[in-house]
């Protein structure tokens, strides 16, 4: 549906005809827009294809990620203008041991470079009461506030964007899944730098954690909870 | 490496020259055997390839599954008889309303046969002493003792054993490493149902949070702490 | 106001006047109610003093926990006819190493006497439907399923009663703030082994966390609940 | 032992003859210093008595606050000097919406002296090279990243100091019990603005939790670990 059968066996297609979801689990009432770790150090300062991107930013994900982040950057606006709260979530520049265990060679960077790569890019900015959620672990959820946070605003479901689809995002969404709430992947709006990791990962997700959904989806149910907010009905 | 190269694009293994992992991180000296799900209800009674094995039980792994049911037997005994604690994760029975919206069809099943389903399989069942976790989550760790448990004993890596790769196995392994535990995952003893979420999850996890391994590392891995227990240099 | 007054300092009476609470904090839309550790071992299985009740269990409130034992009881009733979720606490049996370091000597007891003491007294024993949540913390939420439970129940406000008041009671009612839930606690209802933590941590958790209520308020609040939502306009 | 005698009942201290603590828990191999919300906005610009300091700083802990903070720097310079890590806890200045439902009246601030309020004060800051948490709880634990750099740092034993005994020491000392690690509280370094919560907080904590000990007794530790260290025999 979104590009996984690509990477799947046939016995894994034939599978999914017997046991795949067939229908989408749905949102609730009270949504949050969550754009996790959508910074210069995953993208490039230039749009450019991700081998030749990778020659500064080793971690980069190309022009599949600048893609996805124009996707947010619509998403992100339709959420702004119907009142849906929007939560930024970035890595935690401080003294706590990483969680990555990587010793993988970067290209070395400036300091000046470094700190820029650390910078939420400008597309898809945090604006003035937008909340930036810092973390020292792949999910949004273990060692930070997000969680007293959402139950404080009463928020039972979250839709996630951003990157990698295999890394932050999915270790997100089953943290979210596992507090209960509905969860959303923007299948437009996340990215990753490896093809089948992205597209099984987006599998996997909507097998048994989320709704998988495209940008339109998303969009839409975010109008439709911004018109029922607007007429005064939402509890 | 563990087969995951078969399911990967083109553009995948090329990235993977560039920036995949080239080196095993390590293992403590402290470990625990965590085997994850390892019921009936996931592998049927008998041994029986999966779409057959589906028939009765729809959430069966089929063949793959015993395969690694009876390595996973091989490491348990090296782990019982080299002194490392062993913990069997398993769901919980109670009233907690489920992470999982799954609303597939199962076929339907008699409550005994229900109740057979929960029951860990006798080639890996508990002994006296062993730990049983009972987990409402995907992971071992939200919402269970287990953490409690593995931090009053000083374990500081965990080798996993169980199914399915792409779930639970999953799931415990990223809050594992989130929680600064070494990981270890034991390709010849995960299962899952679907061939390219197998493969694709071990690749992502030995990418970013553990060092997938194979049986006979895991073997020798267990020896040698068993021996260096033995003549008590031991920390 | 709840009998904490008598053990202040004349500089606490006064300081209290000068910073004290003056107002409740109010509760939610959709409570439950928390019944904390309500087990033999804590209150005998005869109503004694505390100090005869002592001879044979050592951990024993005496005729103060039989009191509030018995006006817990009413307040369970009024919660089930009112449809109020409710959720017992008590310890988990199992091969977890526990967080008490405790080692003072106990009475010893027969098996069955301690298996006996594990057991949730008759007065407000759990009946179908009502779920039992095992811990191996002095709070309720680490390490248990509670909070994805109350997360999918949408539960904005727990009742807590039960013991003690200076342990289980205290540190749960920490940890449900923490989430950002509306805490109640009832006066009449919890118990604890010294006069002077029992007040004292009343008066802590009434300044800082949880709103302290006696057993006419708490009754009145559930019954408001269940009027409103038999005519169905609860949200 | 530590003063809380003076704020029990008759019953209580015969309570405690036959059922209190007798002997310390004892602590682990490799401490950590931790001190708790140790600002400006808790303790005043100036060495003033409580209801004085009260004046322009409502949360005050007056003057018996600034002697701890002194025994304070004391213990300190001794865990520096004996490489004992320190971190530092404080509040989260952040858009997260507050655990806390007080709305007493403060006195009002200028935009400097609120700044000035929320830094730790001069006689314990932070030097290069030691942590400091940002919480949005009483708690250091939930919502920070703060048990994960324990644990790898391999931390197995935690010395308290700070404000206020009743409020986010004991929360913290608590939920360290809880994650098993050994805990300890120094008398001489906790303050709080009520005399009776300092006193039976004390109590409650070295009854349940932590050991409570005097500064001579938590140098004495640093400095025998300090002493291990050096000679190359830890673990």
Known sequence: MYGWEKFMSER?????????KKELYGFGK??????????????GLKREPIFESMETWSSSTGLEGWAAVDKTAELLEVARSNQI??????????????WSRNTRMRVPLSD???????????????????????????????????LFHLNSLGIDTLICCGETTSGCVRATTVDGATHRFHMGVVADCVFDR????????????????????????AKQYFQEIGAISKIGVRA
């Open 85 to 98: 709260p929007v939560i930024h979530v970035k890595g935690l520049q401080s003294g706590i041991n990483s």
């Open 194 to 217: 490896t093809e089948a990791s992205h597209y099984m990962n987006l599998y996997d997700l909507h097998q048994k954690y989320a709704d998988v959904v495209d940008l339109a989806a």
């Open 30 to 43: 009270r949504p949050a827009l969550l754009l996790i770790d959508i910074y210069y150090s995953v993208l």
């Open 112 to 146: 000046e470079l470094r700190q820029k790569g650390s910078e939420i890019v400008d597309e898809v900015k945090p604006v003035y009461g937008e909340l930036v959620i810092e973390k020292a672990s792949p999910s949004a959820f273990p060692g930070t506030p997000l």
């Open 12 to 20: 894994d297609k034939q599978h999914d005809l017997l046991w795949g």
